[in-house]
């Protein structure tokens, strides 16, 4: 659990990195980001925000209500991230090792990978790339072995997961490729007046 504790953090201080942000709103970003198979609810978010509270990461700013909105309305608590926030994000987002690639970090690091350094991101990538390589290497192995003893379903299970990390594996190689080779932007044709 504190591996997952390590990325909702990690992916709070980027999104607050970005702009302040209420709870609710917060959690509707975390979980675009975090994509549908790892809905985030408020019993794990809030525990994680109250731990980078105490850890002087983020801070509450209170909102006061919005003149013509009824005076019941209690005043809305918004996020913001802390000077020492922007620190661990700088630091966590230049970390290159295994941690950077495995399946629970890489999508939230990639998703801000807009503010992290070109040599950075072609680390990742690569790292990426080599640990599903390797996946894929066992994989295909124990799947000649396995092909007798298991029915058809399994077996298309099996395909199709072959599948889903050769396509990523073609997907990282693009990008490293990218990184390595930007191809400059292209001119605009002048309109002739």
């Known amino acids: 659990m504190a591996r997952r504790g390590e990325t909702i953090e990690l992916a709070v201080l980027g999104l607050l990195h970005e702009g302040p942000m209420h709870g609710y709103e917060l959690r509707k970003r975390l979980n675009l980001m975090l994509g549908w198979s790892r809905v985030l609810s408020y019993g794990s978010l809030y525990p994680a925000l109250k731990k980078m509270l105490r850890g002087a990461l983020i801070e509450e700013v ?7 909105i009824p005076v019941n309305r209690r005043p809305r608590i918004v996020y913001q991230v802390t000077e020492l926030g922007t620190a661990e994000f700088t630091r966590l987002m230049s970390e290159v090792g295994p941690t950077a690639w495995e399946d629970d970090n890489f999508d939230i690091r990639f998703a801000f990978f807009g503010s992290t350094d070109m040599e950075i991101r072609l680390r990742v990538l690569e790292g990426r790339r080599t640990r599903l390589q390797e996946r894929l290497d066992r994989v295909q192995s124990q799947l000649s072995m396995t092909q007798a003893e298991v ?3 399994a077996a298309e299970l099996q395909r199709h997961g072959v599948e889903s990390v050769e396509r990523e594996v073609r997907w990282l190689s693009d990008l490293i490729n990218a990184e390595r080779n930007p191809t400059p932007p292209t001119e605009q044709p002048q309109s002739q007046s």
Not at 62 to 68: E, I, W
């Open 151 to 153: 029915d058809r379903y």
């Open 62 to 68: 209170t909102t006061l209500p919005t003149p013509g």
